[in-house]
Structures are given as C-alpha cells and as structure tokens.
C-alpha cells in the first residue's frame, strides 16, 4: 500500500488531561442535524412531505434543538423553513436552528428566513483548516480571522432585528479537526471578544470533526484544552459536531463530552455526508444503559426506524446498535442458553435491576417483545431451541430431551436458513406427538413405576423392551383448562429415547407419551 502518501497526524500533548478520570452523569443538550446534514447526503433529498414527518418523528423523539437547514442554500430549505414557521409547528420549548456562511448577504437573507418564529438559533461558520485556507480560499490566518470576525459583526447586528423573535448566536471553525489548536482559540476568542456574551445568552460554540482525523482521545485533548481556554466559558454552550470517517465517531463524542463539551449535534441514526455523523439514538441508548436519563423518548425504536428509513430512502443496518433487525438476537447455542436461563433468574428473583447475559438493556423498554432474542440456525444449540419452545409453543423441555431434539433441529437446518418458531413446531410434532390417536384404554399412570409397567407391555407387543428414566408431568399452566403434558424418558440398553403426550388430561397425556417413546425407542433398537 503507498503509505508514503499520508501523514500522520502531530499529537496535542495534554499531560494535565483530567476527562480520562471522570465518568457520565447527565446527557447533553441534543441537536437532530437530520433534516440539513442528513438530507444534504441523499441521492434522493428529501421533499416537503418527507421532511415535515421528519420534523414531527425529532418532535416526538424530544428534541429541543432542531436544525432545519441551509435556507439560502437551496428553495427546498427555504420553503420548508418558513413552512414549520407559518403552520405554527415550533412546540413551546423547543428552538429551531438555521446556518449561513460567513457572508454578508448570506446571513442578512438567513435571519429573514426565520422572521415570525418565536426562537432560532442563527450558526455562522468559516472553514479554517491548513488546507482549506491554502489550497481553496488562498488565505492566510489573519485573512481568515477578519473573514470571521466581519461575518460575527453581521451576526450581532442583525441578532435583535425580528421583533417577538429570540436569536441564539453560533460560531463554528468548520474542519476544527484539521485546524492548529491555537489557531482555532485565536479565533473563537476573537468572535467571542466581539460578541462579549452573558451567561443567560449561552451564545453556542461548535467545535466540528467536520472529517474525522485522529484516534477519540486525541479529539478528547483538544475539546479539554478548548473548554479550558475559550473565553466567557461560563457563558458557552460549547457543541460538538462529529462525523464517522474512522468509525469511532461515538467514541470521539462520548470521551469529548466528558472533556468538558454540553451540547452534541448528530442524526438519529448516523446518516450524513461519507461516512456519516454521530448516531444520537446510539450515544442516548449508551446512557440509559448505564442508568442516565437520556432525555429522549426511545420507548419505540422500531417506529423511528421506519419513519427515518421512509424519509431517508436508505436502509439501516440490521446490525445498527440498539435498532438494528438482530441487535436483540442470538443465534448461537451458548448464548441462547444464557439468556433463556438469564431470563428464568430475573423472574425467580423479582429484581427491578436489569441483568440478562448478552442483553445490555430491556428490550421491552425499547419497543421490542422477547420473540425474537432468540432465533434459530444450524448454529444454535439446546438452549435456544428450547426457549422458543417454552414462549411460543409452551412445551417446557427437560434437559436430556433438550438435547435429543437440538439434534433433530441442526440435522433439519443443515441445509441453511433461520429455522422459525413455526417449523420448530411441526419437527417436534413429526418426531414426538405422532401418533397421537384416541386414548386407549390403559392401567393408571401416576407414578414412574406405573409408566414401567405400562411401558414394558408396550415394547413387548414390539418384540422388545425398555425401562422408564424419567417421567415428567407438565400441568396446564391456566388451570385445569388447559392441555397437559408429559414427558417419558426410556431405556434399552445403551439406547434411550424420549417420547411426548398431549392431553386433556393427565393420564390422557401419559398414555399418549408412552406411545410415542415406546414407539420411538423400538425404532432405534431395531436399527
């Protein structure tokens, strides 16, 4: 590979770092960039229609910040801008949020989009990287700090301009990642001198990984550094903006958060320009996890799956974190059998606290049920297959006859494919329940050496014989209305078989089991 073509990036020595020591306590204030960096990044951008479910879905969610977009980008912004405005669509207590690059003209036409809505937040940006300033803008620093200074001075003036409507300033260095630290600083303190904020303004400063550049502690270093140096930090609501270019865009916002950031901007689930921004559905579920109010209504992740998937024309992936079609499944045996088990303690135990292996939250509490923690292939194992047979079918295996039937399943799904919970049933059916018959006319079996004898003249109407093992009763779990089951273990020398009744009645079920396993077990002797 030509690794001479890349440069590593200057590590930012932070030796005092203090974030690597503290721990989450609150979630930060959320900002859904959806419907401008999620929307700019479709094939398909998203029409009126689409974007006003989009709008409702972040409402609904509990977003209080929400960004509409680019109004003097494109007409689509503009009109959908001042449609959420004239329908009267803004709820109380939350702010709409609206960019401009730094120009004059760009701005002024950006905060008469917003005229008419009661608060807005008014974020102006300039790129300032290395790059950026030589090789696009041919500029040098102190070129790029009067472009962002001037465009600031626009920022303020107009900032009281709508009356009834509250403008929040925001200043960003866009490719802060790829930006000098000082150099950023000198900057954000220049516009910070300029605009010389009160703590209850909270003008917001947003530090962007416009395109992700290094390792997430770097990224912490410098957010910390930044936090400690930024002028009238008290009156900062200092934002991230993170983009997935390395994968660890999670990480990067999570360890940023502790450096000392309030405030995360993202998509709700990743989507944005490459190779996307920060999941917020994943960086809130990170902290209800651990027992953190998210502050986000995720009681239905599945509907804000389809709505976002319908407005974005993109799938999600089925492994996605938290909401993705598999993130609450298992497939192999060991873990299947973990959770099945997890599960029967938690109940046993009565315990309010979450603690299931392989489950790191409720699937309930997200909107799921729990059919599908547990699905079936070729791989799985006892446990698995006998969970499902317990929830869905209500049969509950002993352990020997667990085994047996694992191997009737693996050998079924050999050929490949998920087994489901409708063909986990007729395999037991076919190998177990057959014949079922009418009842016929056999002595009481209310005990194991009742069930012997019965047994014994069975295989001998067979030409062989057989001792019972075990003899398991299942009774109707509402009452004496339901069906009975029993379960018969037998042997005949090294071979044992299991055999399983259903009945209206205990001992309906009994002769029906010793059927099946006299049945079965003579079947094996005689192969």
């Given at each position: 590979m030509p690794v001479h073509k890349y440069r590593r990036y200057r590590p930012f020595t932070l030796p005092d770092r203090t974030w690597p020591d503290r721990v989450p306590e609150e979630a930060p204030l959320w900002c859904s960039v959806d419907l401008r960096d999620g929307n700019q990044a479709l094939l398909d951008p998203m029409d009126l229609d689409r974007k006003r479910t989009m709008y409702e879905l972040l409402v609904k969610l509990g977003f209080k910040e929400i960004e509409l977009g680019f109004p003097m980008s494109s007409r689509s912004d503009l009109e959908f801008t001042r449609d959420i405005i004239e329908r009267d669509?803004?709820?109380?207590?939350?702010?709409?949020?609206?960019?401009?690059?730094?120009?004059?003209?760009?701005?002024?036409?950006?905060?008469?989009?917003?005229e008419g809505a009661p608060r807005a937040i008014v974020q102006i940006f300039n790129p300032t990287s290395v790059t950026q300033r030589h090789a696009v803008f041919g500029m040098s620093r102190a070129e790029v700090k009067a472009l962002a200074l001037r465009g600031a001075e626009t920022a303020l003036k107009l900032r009281d301009s709508l009356p009834g409507t509250e403008i929040y300033l925001q200043y960003g260095t866009e490719s802060f990642t790829q930006t000098e630290p000082e150099f950023a600083l000198e900057v954000?303190?220049?516009?910070?001198?300029?605009?010389?904020?009160?703590?209850?303004?909270?003008?917001?400063?947003?530090?962007?990984?416009?395109?992700?550049?290094?390792?997430?502690?770097?990224?912490?270093?410098?957010?910390?550094?930044?936090?400690?140096?930024?002028?009238?930090?008290?009156?900062?609501?200092?934002?991230?903006?993170?983009?997935?270019?390395?994968?660890?865009?999670?990480?990067?916002?999570e360890l940023a958060v502790l450096a000392g950031a309030d405030r995360v901007e993202g998509t709700l689930f990743g989507n944005g320009e490459r190779a996307g921004n920060v999941c917020l559905i994943t960086l809130?579920?990170?902290?209800?996890?651990?027992?953190?109010?998210?502050?986000?209504?995720?009681?239905?992740?599945?509907?804000?799956?389809?709505?976002?998937?319908?407005?974005?024309?993109m799938p999600v992936s089925p492994r996605h974190p938290w909401v993705g079609d598999f993130v609450y499944t298992s497939f192999a045996g060991s873990h299947q059998d973990a959770i099945s088990k997890g599960l029967k303690a938690l109940e046993r135990a009565g315990s309010t606290v979450w603690d299931v292996p392989y489950l790191p939250v409720d699937p309930r509490d997200v909107g799921r049920d729990y059919q599908a923690l547990i699905r079936i292939n070729s791989q799985s194992g006892k446990g698995g297959i006998a969970h499902l047979m317990c929830?869905?079918?209500g049969f509950d295996l002993p352990r020997r006859l667990q085994i047996e039937f694992a191997a009737v399943v693996q050998a079924q799904a050999e050929s490949g494919g998920e087994v489901t919970a409708g063909q986990l049933l007729d395999w037991f059916t076919q190998e177990y329940l057959t014949p079922a018959g009418p009842p016929q006319a056999l002595p009481a079996i209310d005990s194991q050496e009742a069930a012997g004898r019965v047994l014994s003249d069975l295989m001998a109407d067979r030409g062989a014989s057989g001792t019972v093992r075990e003899?398991?009763?299942?009774?109707?779990?509402?009452?004496?209305?339901?069906?009975?089951?029993?379960?018969?273990e037998?042997?005949?020398?090294?071979?044992?078989?299991?055999?399983?009744?259903?009945?209206?009645t205990e001992q309906e079920g009994a002769e029906r089991a010793l059927r099946s396993t006299a049945e079965r077990l003579s079947r094996a002797v005689s192969a």
């Open positions: 669509a803004i709820p109380d207590d939350v702010t709409i949020q609206v960019m401009s690059p730094i120009r004059d003209g760009m701005i002024e036409d950006t905060v008469k989009a917003i954000h303190n220049a516009v910070l001198e300029l605009w010389r904020p009160r703590p209850e303004e909270q003008v917001r400063v947003v530090l962007p990984a416009s395109v992700e550049a290094y390792p997430p502690h770097e990224f912490a270093d410098r957010i910390e550094w930044m936090h400690r140096n930024l002028a009238y930090r008290d009156a900062i609501t200092l934002t991230l903006h993170t983009h997935n270019d390395r994968g660890s865009a999670v990480a990067a916002t809130a579920m990170n902290l209800l996890s651990q027992g953190i109010d998210p502050h986000l209504d995720l009681s239905d992740l599945d509907e804000a799956l389809r709505i976002t998937e319908h407005c974005n024309r929830t869905e079918h003899l398991r009763v299942q009774a109707p779990s509402g009452g004496d209305s339901g069906p009975w089951v029993v379960y018969v037998a042997g005949s020398g090294t071979v044992v078989r299991w055999g399983v009744g259903v009945g209206a």
